[in-house]
T-cell receptor, first 116, second 111 residues
Framework: GAVVSQHPSRVICKSGTSVKIECRSL??????MFWYRQFPKQSLMLMAT?????????EQGVEKDKFLINHASLTLSTLTVTSAHPEDSSFYIC????????????FGPGTRLTVT | AQRVTQPEKLLSVFKGAPVELKCNYS??????LFWYVQYSRQRLQLLLR??SRESIKGFTADLNKGETSFHLKKPFAQEEDSAMYYC?????????????FGQGTTLQVKP
């Protein structure tokens, strides 16, 4: 149980285009979803927290107009990187938590974004 | 400031040797601490949490509030323990509490 999927697993896009990453909780309802960014051989940095039906809360330094987060249902959150640039290339990971599991977060497998 | 520090980037031991992965934290209030593990090409997964006081795969971790530490220990390392280990604490209340990760320690268990 408590499986989180991400799609796509890897994506290559051209500079200036937008790309959408989906995060789904497959067998539970996720009241809260989190988006992280991980640079090579570095730790996970929280980008934003989203609750179903409300606006995401972004961490300091994260541009909300560039990283659009939508949490339209209890099983789906999306991250859209708008007008992507090479410096946005990274590994993006989502996680989900549910009230039934306390404060444990279940992580997705991550999405490798490469902007050329 | 809330912070998690893992001083070692890489810890290399031989199979059967004891392992201790260090974690120190800075947090005002009562911390809730976790160890996460990421095996090669796999997703991050929870290894253990301090409130459970359990042993998973032979690993234990004790919260020491006096030393603000939550070191991960295993008496006899196995090759399959080779992975990236992250110490983390939860900041904030409710289910929106966010995880603050340490820098991670790569554990390499040699045969």
């Amino acid at each position: 149980g408590a499986v989180v999927s991400q799609h796509p697993s890897r994506v290559i896009c051209k500079s200036g285009t937008s790309v959408k990453i989906e995060c789904r909780s497959l067998d539970f309802q996720a009241t809260t979803m989190f988006w992280y960014r991980q640079f090579p051989k570095q730790s996970l940095m929280l980008m934003a927290t989203s609750n179903e039906g409300s606006k995401a809360t972004y961490e300091q330094g994260v541009e909300k107009d560039k990283f659009l987060i939508n949490h339209a249902s209890l099983t789906l959150s999306t991250l859209t990187v708008t007008s992507a640039h090479p410096e946005d290339s990274s590994f993006y990971i989502c996680s989900a938590s549910t009230a039934l599991a306390g404060r444990e977060q279940y992580f997705g497998p991550g999405t490798r974004l490469t902007v050329t | 400031a809330q912070r998690v520090t893992q001083p070692e980037k890489l810890l290399s031991v031989f199979k059967g040797a004891p392992v201790e992965l260090k974690c120190n934290y800075s947090y005002s209030g009562s911390p809730e601490l976790f160890w996460y593990v990421q095996y090669s090409r796999q997703r991050l997964q929870l290894l253990l949490r301090h409130i459970s006081r359990e042993s998973i795969k032979g690993f234990t971790a004790d919260l020491n509030k006096g030393e603000t530490s939550f070191h991960l220990k295993k008496p006899f390392a196995q090759e399959e323990d080779s992975a990236m280990y992250y110490c983390a604490l939860i900041s904030g209340s409710g289910n929106t509490g966010k995880l603050i990760f340490g820098q991670g320690t790569t554990l390499q268990v040699k045969p």
